[in-house]
């Protein structure tokens, strides 16, 4: 399986950014993704996961509410869409993917992508 993050950038506190994460290969073994993050000096943490029919979602409490994790299985693309960012989400963001349903622990993610830089200016 073959991950590829995009959409970071820099953005304004209070903005928005709509990260995606397109996915290739044998995908269909892995139904579940996740975002996670790591800032600097920070070990990498869960930020929202969804399962294979999309009807079930996860979220971190530190974004809950403002954070939206979506999947297009025509595309085999997942995205999540951030509003209300703060200088807190500032991180590089990565995309992964799992057979476990729900996953939210790093050691159930066997293939990642390479990351994306979200930084928020306050």
């Known amino acids: 399986v073959q991950l590829q993050a995009s959409g970071g950038g820099l953005v304004q506190a209070g903005g928005s950014l709509r990260l995606s994460c397109a996915a290739s290969?044998?995908?269909?073994?892995?139904?579940?993704t996740g975002w996670f993050r790591q800032a600097p000096g920070k070990e990498r943490e869960f930020v929202a996961a969804?399962?294979?029919?999309?009807?079930?979602?996860y979220y971190a409490d530190s974004v809950k509410g403002r954070f939206t994790i979506s999947k297009d299985y025509a595309k085999d693309t997942a995205y999540l869409q951030m509003n209300s960012l703060k200088p807190e989400d500032t991180a590089v963001y990565y995309c992964?993917?799992?057979?476990?349903?729900?996953?939210?622990?790093?050691?159930?993610?066997?293939?990642w992508g390479q990351g994306t830089q979200v930084t928020v200016s306050s």
């Open positions: 992964a993917v799992s057979r476990r349903l729900p996953a939210t622990l790093r050691h159930e993610y066997p293939y």
């Open positions: 290969g044998r995908t269909f073994a892995y139904p579940g």
């Open positions: 969804i399962g294979w029919s999309g009807g079930s979602t």
